[in-house]
């Protein structure tokens, strides 16, 4: 067994009663490296997985996602601390996040206790609104064999600022397909392992390794910028899938049982097969990356364009679009290629951002029947925004859905926020899983109203064609449609 100061093993001992655990082991340091005997075959090809800088596990619902956090970052650590003596602080961090503190309350923090203090007795967990593992002297050097700071620090995803202000070495992000994730923690979580993959690019040692687990739940970004790259194999990327009852605990009868009390069969498929669906309720369904979005370009002077506006005293939003021209004649397309989302203006202001670097006077439609006022009084202020042609939602969303289906909507795909609206824009469902005519979350979606209300006006034409590829064919490939 690996020497501990009596002293040390005293306090450990004390915190673990205090917290209803029981110290049942002191491993040797080296059994870190081998796979938990407990992991089933999906797991195991998740430890095994020696190449993966992010590494995708989508599972079942209990199909042993979370119990995998713990020991696969508690390897990291022992293989990785040490390189935390060649960065400016001379530290060792870790990043465990979750979509809430909550969820890490119940699920991430109990296994840390277990593993972290109860099994190897590495240091201590410290509770409260942001929760921090900090290994002991001792703990360190048993493990890792260096006398470093080392530290795994929780952060919950709702907010980007819990992913700031630190350089990891690696980390977990578990129930990372939860909506509560935000893609800007996304990307801060991708700043703090830079400075790790850089200087493991340059030794040829993987750092800044991170694990993703989760149930699928959202046809939203974390498929698309996370699930899409792994199944495809990018560089950097590994993809691991199994169902539920993997999991020797759970058993496959049991799961499949929910098909005949009357689950939806694409909502089965992702909660018990791990398996992304694209799950009932979705109000644009057909938008596809692939075929509505292209690379930016540089857009022509004369292309006219036009301008849908939200009014709102803390959520003005608005859309802008250019119609494309090929050969001096219209194409039937329109390019979304800027948008606008801002508070605490008024509509002067609101009114020079929108016109800002146009030329001429842009089409522009926005706000409902009944604020008029708004609308004169941004016509005071240099812009005419019209009423928009259609007033009912239901009509408005139509002709958003025809122009995303016949191609004749084309959105930038630098655009982030609003794709990921459009991916997330979906109906409350019932009791039974079906659609209803409510708009799930709708006065989160401030960019797509402006963007119904100005397809009031560009897109009533139905029977207008999409004519020839057109000047975007130099950035993507467009369909042909009706």
């Not at 002297?137 to 630190?166: H, M, Q, W």
């Amino acid at each position: 067994m690996n020497p501990l100061d009596p002293r040390v093993k005293a306090a450990l001992e004390q915190e673990a009663l205090r917290r209803g655990l029981r110290l049942e082991k002191w491993p040797r340091a080296e059994t870190a490296e081998d796979c938990p005997e407990h992991f089933h075959s999906g797991q195991i090809g998740v430890w095994n997985d020696e190449t993966g800088l992010d590494i995708v596990a989508c599972a079942g619902t209990q199909g042993g996602k979370t119990t995998m956090g713990a020991p696969w970052l508690l390897r990291e650590i022992k293989r990785t601390a040490k390189y935390g003596l060649e960065t400016p602080t001379r530290r060792a961090a870790y990043i465990y996040a979750g979509p809430t503190l909550e969820l890490l309350a119940n699920q991430a923090l109990p296994e840390f206790d277990r593993l972290f203090v109860a099994e190897w007795g590495l240091g201590r967990l410290y509770r409260g609104n942001k929760p921090v593992f900090q290994f002991s002297p001792e703990g360190a050097k048993r493990l890792c064999g260096v006398d470093i700071p080392i530290s795994v620090i929780f952060a919950y995803a709702t907010d980007s600022g819990n992913l700031e202000s630190v350089t990891a070495l690696g980390g977990v992000w578990d129930e990372s397909g939860q909506q509560d994730n935000k893609l800007a923690s996304y990307r801060a979580y991708n700043r703090r392992l830079k400075a790790a993959r850089s200087m493991g690019k340059k030794i040829g040692v993987p750092l800044g390794r991170r694990l993703f687990t989760t149930t699928p739940y959202e046809w939203g970004w974390f498929k698309e910028f996370v699930v899409d790259p792994a199944i495809a194999g990018n560089d950097g990327f590994s993809f691991h899938n199994w169902p539920s009852w993997f999991n020797p605990m759970v058993d496959e009868e049991e799961c499949r049982r929910e098909l005949e009390l009357g689950m939806p069969v694409e909502e089965w498929q992702m909660m018990y097969l791990g398996e992304y669906t694209r799950p009932r309720g979705k109000i644009y369904d057909c938008f596809n990356r692939e075929t509505n979005t292209c690379s930016r370009f540089p857009i022509p002077d004369d292309w006219e364009r036009s301008i849908g506006v939200d009014f709102g005293t803390n959520n003005t939003a608005a859309v802008f679009l250019a119609r494309e021209e090929s050969g001096g004649h219209p194409t039937g397309r329109w390019i979304m290629y800027r948008t606008y989302h801002e508070g605490g203006k008024t509509i002067k202001e609101h009114s020079a951002a929108m016109t800002d670097g146009l030329r001429g006077r842009p089409i522009a439609a926005g706000g409902s029947h009944g604020e008029e006022g708004t609308r004169e009084a941004y016509l005071a202020n240099g812009l005419w925004i019209r009423e928009p042609y259609e007033n009912s939602v239901e009509d408005q969303i139509r002709l958003v859905y025809t122009a995303i289906k016949t191609g004749r909507l084309v959105i930038f795909d630098d655009l982030e926020k609003i794709l990921h609206e459009i991916e997330m824009y979906s109906r409350e469902l019932d009791d039974y899983g079906n659609p209803t005519d409510r708009i799930r979350d709708k006065s989160a979606y401030h960019r797509l109203d402006a963007l119904r209300y100005i397809a009031t006006v560009i897109f009533q034409d139905f029977g207008a064609r999409v004519e020839g590829p057109g000047w975007i064919s130099r950035y993507k490939p467009v369909p042909l449609g009706v």
